[in-house]
């Protein structure tokens, strides 16, 4: 029986000394590998997060291009009312202008000298 325990620890002492480099450089190309995968995990994120701000920066830009074009038609649209109103006014005071310039020369007319 003694002899057994001792091939058995020489056994259990061997494959121990020879697992032990293998499961070191297990852990070692473990902790590469995770390297690698937070690197690249990294890159990956870093790459969305810059296409997205590029596409967002796009969009913005688009909103403001249509958005200031809806301000200019709004802008033309101000300046023509304006200008009809304005030519209205013209008109009704030429022809009040002309009614007052009637009505004072009847004024006029009808005074007892």
Known sequence: MQGFLTITRFIAAAFWSAWSPAVRSGRASR??????????????????????????????????????????????QGHAVRDAVADAVGRGAHAVSGAAHDVERFAKASKTE
């Open 31 to 76: 902790c590469t590998l995770r390297r690698r995968l937070a690197l690249e995990l990294r890159r990956r994120v870093t790459d969305s997060a810059a296409d997205l701000q590029h596409a967002v920066a796009n969009r913005l830009a688009d909103v403001v291009d249509r958005v200031a074009d809806v301000a200019d038609g709004v802008a033309r």
